[in-house]
């Protein structure tokens, strides 16, 4: 169970608490300069709106928006088509050629317990198709609508916000291509195992980061992805992580007041993007 809580984790949020208060949102601070840093899950259902205040508090104070990558290109139609091309095995190459006969068997029950065609599935890749898995759950259960990014990505594009990202579109294209790539029957099998508690871990998750309980983030979510999936861990968190502290330094610099939304687990941990900062001599208040 750790390990399918952590895939969650990567999937959803990702994704040492610096202050205690009940958001998910920091103000970093050095000189006369601020930003706020949001974290983000990136699907929600529709009780979980409205979202904590201090978003729009953020939202209402900043002039430019930064995402992790540029969702809107990844939406295109022509990007579309570079994804399926990315995301798909050849002609002459499918899931089966990859994983055991106790997960086909397991994959395909799944699929036909849902009243969905299996076969078409065995073409995409390990990390696009547990991505899909759990995106069909939650949909299954009515808790699979638009995340906090592209809730922020419609509304700044109606009001005239400017927008910038941490990450090129075909990074974040290659992680899921990459994912699983080395352990594709553990991730499948640690995908499908108790995916009947998926809203109940989802809850647990959501809960902790409703209120920026980091504390407890990194004991449900961060912790058994680092211990479980270690290489995982360190390519999709740590590497990205000090990836984007330059640049989040350099929004320091100006004069100009950003927030800066992320997977909620890029902010946890001795890792993770508040305490680097915090080492550096940034002030960190939540808001």
Do not use: C
Request: proline share 5%; glycine share 6%.
């Amino acid at each position: 169970m750790k390990k399918l809580i952590s895939l969650l984790s990567f999937i959803f949020i990702g994704f040492a608490a610096v202050v205690n208060a009940e958001s998910p949102v920091w103000k970093v601070t050095k000189g006369n300069h601020h930003l706020y840093l949001g974290g983000t899950i990136h699907l929600l259902g529709k009780s979980d709106y409205p979202l904590p205040p201090a978003f729009n508090t953020a939202y209402h104070e900043a002039s430019r928006l930064v995402f992790e990558a540029d969702m809107m290109k990844f939406q295109s139609p022509e990007y579309q088509n570079i994804f399926m091309q990315k995301i798909s095995y050849p002609d002459d190459k499918s899931l089966k050629d990859v994983l055991n006969k106790k997960n086909l068997v397991a994959l395909e029950k799944f699929f036909t317990d849902r009243d969905m065609p299996f076969d078409p599935m065995l073409r995409f890749k390990p990390g696009m198709l547990v991505m899909m898995l759990t995106v069909i759950e939650m949909k299954r259960l009515n808790i699979a609508g638009i995340g906090v990014d592209q809730f922020y990505i419609n509304k700044g594009l109606k009001e005239g916000k400017k927008f910038s990202f941490l990450e090129e579109v075909d990074e974040q294209l290659a992680f899921i291509v990459d994912m699983g790539k080395d352990n594709p029957n553990e991730l499948v099998e640690y995908t499908l195992r108790d995916m009947h508690q998926l809203a109940t871990q989802l809850a647990a998750i959501k809960k902790a980061w409703r209120t920026g309980n980091n504390a407890e983030l990194k004991k449900v979510a961060l912790i058994p992805w680092k211990d479980g999936f270690p290489e995982l861990y360190n390519t999709l968190m740590v590497k990205r992580n000090h990836k984007w502290i330059p640049k989040i330094e350099n929004m320091l610099k100006t004069k100009e007041v950003e927030f800066v939304m992320f997977g909620a687990l890029h902010m946890v941990g001795d890792d993770g993007v508040l305490k680097l900062l915090q080492q550096r001599g940034y002030t960190i208040q939540k808001l």
